[in-house]
């Protein structure tokens, strides 16, 4: 059973333009969640974060919404550019001990 | 800044024969994972450290064994590789909060 769920397994969005990545998670458990962003025969890398106590974290173009009514989260790129082009994981975790539950990854293109 | 390093970055075994991934991290960090990842699949966890002398089993360690003699050295073994151990393999370490660190990984097919 998936308990992270990145239904859309690729996006492709105009250079300039907003770029939307969802996530959905089941288990209502999780507390802390995080972005990582991956690039061709490289290992992911850490984006952005967010704890369950906020609604929102920033850092510089990227934006991280987090819904935990609807158990749902998206990471905005604002505004995309072709460097951003890659497969982004959206990932959670359930406290300090949890081990980080992956989703399957979203794939992203941005065009010139 | 070396930060987490993995060797091979490629290998090709045939069914049955066994070989070591190797991973090694410069942060000093306690905690320690292996993933593979398939084709558009996440990340499954296959084994973690939380310090040297200590391992435990994540969600896929069937056919799968590590050890942790040093806090920098996490490898992990295959034994009898199977062609269902083909896939990408990755060893990262953890610096906090769950921000893990990444080697950048390892492609293994068995054929």
């Known amino acids: 059973d998936q308990q992270v769920k990145q239904n859309s397994p690729s996006l492709s969005v105009q250079e300039g333009r907003i770029s939307i990545l969802n996530c959905d998670y089941t288990n209502s458990m999780f507390d802390y969640f995080l972005w990582y962003k991956k690039y061709p025969a490289e290992g992911p890398t850490f984006l952005i974060s967010i704890s369950s106590i906020k609604d929102k974290n920033e850092d510089g173009r990227f934006t991280v919404f987090l819904n935990k009514s609807a158990k749902h989260l998206s990471l905005h790129i604002v505004p995309s550019q072709p460097g951003d082009s890659a497969v982004y994981f959206c990932?959670?975790?359930?406290?300090?001990?949890?081990?980080?539950?992956f989703g399957k990854g979203i794939t992203l293109s941005v065009r010139p | 800044n070396a930060g987490v390093t993995q060797t091979p970055k490629f290998r090709i075994l045939k069914i049955g024969q066994s070989m070591t991934l190797q991973c090694t991290q410069d942060?000093?960090?306690?905690?320690m994972y292996w993933y593979r990842q398939d084709p558009g699949m996440g990340l499954k966890l296959i084994y973690y450290s939380v310090g040297a002398g200590i391992t435990d089993k994540g969600e896929v360690p069937n056919g799968y064994n590590v050890s942790r003699s040093t806090t920098e050295d996490f490898p992990l073994r295959l034994e009898l590789a199977a062609p269902s151990q083909t896939s990408v393999y990755f060893c990262a370490s953890e610096g906090g909060s769950g921000k893990l660190f990444f080697g950048s990984g390892t492609q293994l097919s068995v054929l």
């Open positions: 990932a959670a975790t359930a406290g300090a001990n949890s081990k980080l539950t």
């Open positions: 942060m000093n960090h306690n905690y």
